[in-house]
């Protein structure tokens, strides 16, 4: 490889790389350790996948719903305006008599995302990685 060709993919690699730091750090720790996934708003519990641009698919999955897959009444929306996917449903939806844990996390493109965390409502799944607890309910 000859060197001004090697300088120009060194130097495209660490763009990329400062790039992609940036964004992951868009969230300073205390930000990132007052982030619980959701919002209690009522009879209503907002989901908050915080993204600064669109990413493709998202969808809420987790213990209350059967963690389906790619579930069409839990896929989020991306709202440009506030940088992250919302989903609001009621809180019934979510609350069940015979569950007193209620876990969830996000699946992007479908992957499931960790939860991050410092968030103060954070566990850890042996076998699954990060997930988020909803303690309010």
């Not at 009879?43 to 915080?50: A, D, E, H, S, T």
């Not at 506030?82 to 449903?89: D, N, S």
């Not at 007193?100 to 103060?120: G, H, I, M, Q, W």
């Amino acid at each position: 490889m000859n060197k001004p060709l090697f300088k120009k993919l060194l130097l495209l690699i660490s763009l990329i790389s400062t790039v992609w730091v940036l964004q992951a750090s868009q969230y300073t720790s205390s930000q990132q350790s007052n982030y619980k996934g959701y919002i209690i708003s009522g009879k209503n519990i907002r989901f908050v996948y915080p993204s600064p641009k669109p990413v493709g698919q998202v969808y809420v999955v987790g213990n209350f719903m059967g963690w389906k897959k790619q579930h069409p009444a839990w896929k989020m929306r991306y709202d440009a305006s506030k940088k992250a996917y919302i989903l609001t449903v009621p809180l019934n939806k979510v609350k069940q008599s015979s569950r007193s844990f209620y876990e969830f996390t996000f699946l992007v493109n479908n992957r499931y995302v960790d939860a991050v965390k410092k968030a103060p409502n954070v566990i850890h799944c042996a076998g699954y990685g990060y997930r988020y607890v909803i303690r309010e309910l």
